[in-house]
């Protein structure tokens, strides 16, 4: 149980193009939502923490018009990177927490973001 | 502010043997610590999880250890297999906060 999805795996895209990433829980439903990004050889980075129906919250540094989170249902997140850059190349990983009150959040496998 | 330090950095090991894992955490108040494996291009997969009140937890090859006093934990791998070659990353979690500590992670190589 507890599997959750992330779709595109990778993606490549020119600058000033807008990308959407779908994470879904496949067997489970969420009531918080977890954005991640990680860099090469360093550890996941928290983006924004979003809850289904209220707007997302922003982690500090992490521009709210530039990485658009929709928290459309309790299964389905999507993060959509606005006018790309190549500084914004990195590894997007979501989760999910199941609210059991352990603070367990499951893991996407992660979108790989190249924008040339 | 919370904290979670690992090491070493990286670690390389031959194929059948052992190896240690360490992690040192500031966070309080404390309310578990797991232990993930992440494969390269891949997100992380729980290995481990540990509240206060637990000193050790074992899942196949992999054994964590807590000492919740010392705020430290360790993951032994027990004779090492190739597929072991993964990012280890303690992550740590606070009562009151539903945000997560992690650490930079342990790199670990298993060469034949």
């Known amino acids: 149980g507890a599997v959750v999805s992330q779709h595109p795996s990778w993606v490549i895209c020119k600058s000033g193009t807008s990308v959407k990433i779908e994470c879904r829980s496949l067997d489970f439903q969420a009531t918080t939502m977890f954005w991640y990004r990680q860099f090469p050889k360093q550890s996941l980075m928290l983006m924004a923490t979003s809850n289904e129906g209220s707007k997302a919250t922003y982690e500090q540094g992490v521009e709210k018009d530039k990485f658009l989170i929709n928290h459309a249902s309790l299964t389905l997140s999507t993060l959509t990177v606005t006018s790309a850059h190549p500084e914004d190349s990195s590894f997007y990983i979501c989760?999910?927490?199941?609210?059991?009150?352990?603070?367990?959040?499951?893991f996407g496998p992660g979108t790989r973001l190249t924008v040339l | 502010k919370n904290q979670v330090e690992q090491s070493p950095q990286s670690l390389i090991i031959l194929e059948g043997k052992n190896c240690t894992l360490q992690?040192?955490?500031?966070?309080?108040?404390?309310?578990?610590l797991r232990w993930y494996k992440q494969d390269t291009g891949r997100g992380p997969v729980s290995l481990t999880i540990m509240t206060f009140s637990e000193n050790t937890k074992s899942n196949g090859r992999y054994t964590a250890t807590l000492d919740a006093d010392t705020k430290q934990s360790s993951l032994h791998i027990t004779a090492s297999q190739l597929s072991d070659s993964a990012s280890y990353i303690c992550?740590?979690?606070?009562?009151?906060?539903?945000?997560?500590?992690f650490g930079a992670g342990t790199t670990v190589t298993v060469r034949a």
């Open positions: 989760s999910m927490d199941r609210a059991k009150g352990d603070n367990e959040q499951f």
């Open positions: 992690c040192n955490y500031t966070v309080s108040p404390f309310s578990n």
């Open positions: 992550v740590v979690s606070s009562q009151y906060d539903y945000k997560l500590s």
